[in-house]
């Protein structure tokens, strides 16, 4: 049985910065995909950033490109997300996931980025405020 934890939340003022972690337990991971999510007050969860562990590839939503970046760490089975240049915007539950999926291109994860996403953590929050 997967179990996923976020780490990291907190208050951070506007252009400040935080780190999100994401540890796994449970299951060797090496061949999933991982993402990161998000999900605001009164509004749908919508995907922030995917790795793909078949390739690397690497995306994002447009509204974090260039701000954030996602990485991994096999040898801790942890996935990050790496929070620059931070907007209230930004404030949110952020959650990680992982599934035995692959995204053939950026439209394919965009349109639908939590398809195939098997396994979720239960959230850390990030709040951006003065």
């Known amino acids: 049985h997967v179990q996923l934890v976020e780490s990291g939340g907190d208050l951070v003022q506007p252009g400040g910065s935080l780190r999100l972690s994401c540890t796994a337990s449970?299951?060797?991971?090496?061949?999933?995909?991982w993402g990161w999510f998000r999900q605001a007050p009164g509004q749908e969860r919508e995907g922030v950033s995917c790795?793909?562990?078949?390739?690397?590839?690497?995306y994002y939503a447009d509204s974090v490109k260039g701000r954030f970046t996602i990485s991994r760490d096999n040898a801790k089975n942890t996935v990050y997300l790496q929070m620059n240049n931070m907007k209230p915007e930004d404030t949110a539950v952020y959650f990680c996931?992982?599934?035995?999926?692959?995204?053939?291109?950026?439209?394919?994860?965009?349109?639908?980025?939590?398809?195939?996403?098997?396994?979720w953590g239960k959230g850390t929050q990030v709040t951006v405020s003065s």
């Open positions: 996931a992982t599934g035995p999926v692959s995204y053939s291109d950026y439209e394919s994860w965009r349109v639908n980025p939590q398809f195939g996403m098997d396994y």
């Open positions: 449970g299951s060797t991971l090496d061949y999933y995909t």
């Open positions: 790795l793909s562990s078949s390739d690397g590839s690497t």
